[in-house]
């Protein structure tokens, strides 16, 4: 049994190291073939790497070959730009020469031409016994002699032309205008005078201690000026709209019969409720009359407002409307839109609303209101440019100062402080009496007229147009008025003999 096991583990192990053997030898073989797949890769992958460094020593040298091309072809290029550049070095520097040489031959001309002008200059003031400056001014003095005659003539000449070419047009344009728009004119004070029922009333106004006039002039802002006047107060304040709330109030409490701390200040409150509400309404009525349409709230507000304005005593909604009448007929007349002119002219003014609580001129103000509530660049434009604040670039904005010229300059518009009337006129008549050869002058016709007395041996008849025109040239640009100013030069010989 032994024996047999013996066998068995004999020939078991026989078996397995031949199976041993085999799998060496086919992972041998395995080895072998892997070592030769890996040669012939490696082979493969050499050939290939060999083939791509040909093509790329192939492609350098092809671009270096270009290069090389490219360099020399900029050489050439840069080689005849520096000898272009070098001949005309060579030809600036030649006209450079020639140029020095010209100019100290011009220098040397102009020295001689000098010295020559000089002694003939020299010569010359010898042989007249005048110096240069006083020939100059001879010879000035006879050419403007002579020419005075000529400048006379064409002066007048000019003059009628233009008044033979617009004369007719512009009375036509404006006397339709002014004929067509007369409303009234109306001034207004700072004070307000309320009338009473009666005597007894003062006593209650004043109240216990003056407690009533106190609460109302708290509650209106006015000064309530209480005296021996029979049957009436006087209202004192520079807001007329105050003035006006005071008034109402005061009616209203002559009517109610209670007065006292309590009922003043609630009819107070009434009564500028209801002149809130009538200004709109005035505001809105303007509009309406003109024919203008869609008007904002705050715009219609601020232009009733103007009618508790006055402006050189002119009540300013007033003199807004009959401008805007007037500047639509003128605009009729000229062909214009009438809608654009009626309506800057209405709202032309309406800085003077708002004026005492912002800086600034009332036409610019004017001007930023009507942007900001949305009216037209047009009438914008034409509202800061009627006083020349800015510079007018529009028919609209001549129109505007045309129509407020002949609004002011109604008789009985605007009133005018003695003083400030003497100091205008004096000042016309210092403007033309700085003229030579004028003896005296007289503004006549509350200064639409200034006449003017020369020295008829010093100033001729053809002299004396033309100073006319230079004194209205100058009161254009010197002086302060309205409309127009007619000058009148006034020449007069006598010849005086007495017989004995």
Avoid at 42 to 48: G, Q, V, Y
Avoid at 225 to 240: G, H, K, Q, R, Y
Avoid at 389 to 412: C, K, L, N, Y
Wanted: charged letters at 35%; glycine letters at 6%.
């Amino acid at each position: 049994m032994a024996a047999v096991f013996a066998v068995a583990a004999v020939l078991y192990s026989r078996r397995e190291i031949a199976r041993a053997d085999a799998a060496r030898q086919i992972e041998s073989q395995r080895h072998e073939d892997a070592l030769r797949g890996t040669e012939q890769e490696a082979k493969t992958i050499l050939l290939a790497a060999k083939e791509e460094a040909a093509r790329r020593r192939d492609e350098v040298e092809s671009e270096t070959r270009e290069r090389r091309a490219e360099v020399a072809r900029l050489e050439q290029r840069t080689n005849q730009r520096e000898e272009s550049l070098e001949r005309r070095m060579r030809e600036l520097e030649s006209n450079e020469q020639r140029l020095g040489r010209r100019e100290t031959e011009l220098e040397a001309q102009r020295q001689a031409i000098e010295d020559e002008r000089s002694v003939i200059g020299r010569e010359l003031q010898r042989v007249a016994a005048l110096t240069q400056d006083e020939a100059r001014a001879e010879v000035l003095h006879g050419v403007e002699d002579e020419l005075t005659p000529e400048i006379a003539e064409r002066i007048r000449a000019a003059e009628t032309r233009v008044r033979q070419e617009a004369a007719e047009a512009s009375r036509e344009i404006l006397v339709a205008a002014m004929q067509r728009q007369a409303s009234e004119q109306t001034g207004e004070a700072a004070v307000t005078v309320v009338h009473l029922p009666s005597d007894e009333l003062k006593g209650r106004i004043i109240g216990r201690e003056g407690r009533n006039i106190r609460s109302l002039e708290a509650a209106t802002g006015v000064d309530v000026i209480v005296d021996d006047t029979p049957e009436a107060i006087v209202l004192s304040a520079f807001d007329p709209v105050r003035r006006e709330v005071a008034r109402t109030a005061l009616e209203r409490l002559f009517s109610d019969g209670r007065i006292h701390p309590a009922r003043i200040e609630e009819m107070v409150a009434k009564s500028r409720s209801e002149l809130t509400q009538r200004i709109k309404q005035d505001g809105e009525q303007a509009c309406q009359e003109l024919g203008i349409a869609n008007v904002h709230a705050e715009l219609a507000r601020l232009l009733g407002t103007l009618r508790f304005r006055t402006s050189y005593g002119q009540n300013v909604l007033a003199h807004s409307k009959d401008s805007a009448g007037i500047a639509g007929m003128l605009a009729a007349e000229i062909g214009f839109d009438e809608q654009v002119a009626k309506e800057a002219a209405l709202f032309h003014d309406i800085g003077w609303a708002v004026e005492h609580d912002i800086e600034g001129a009332h036409a610019i103000i004017g001007g930023e209101i009507l942007a900001r509530l949305g009216r037209s660049p047009a009438v914008v434009h034409a509202v800061r440019a009627h006083h020349y604040d800015e510079e007018p670039r529009s028919i609209a904005a001549f129109i505007v100062m045309t129509a407020d010229a002949i609004s002011a300059a109604r008789v009985g518009a605007r009133r005018e402080t003695l003083a400030a009337s003497i100091k205008r006129l004096e000042r016309l008549e210092a403007i033309a009496n700085e003229f030579e050869g004028v003896d005296r002058s007289f503004a006549v016709q509350s200064g639409k007229e200034l006449r003017v007395l020369v020295k008829p041996t010093e100033v001729d008849d053809d002299r004396a147009q033309v100073m006319a025109r230079q004194i209205a040239k100058r009161l254009h640009a010197e002086g302060s008025y309205t409309g127009r100013i007619k000058v009148v030069v006034l020449r007069e010989t006598r010849s005086v003999e007495y017989a004995k």
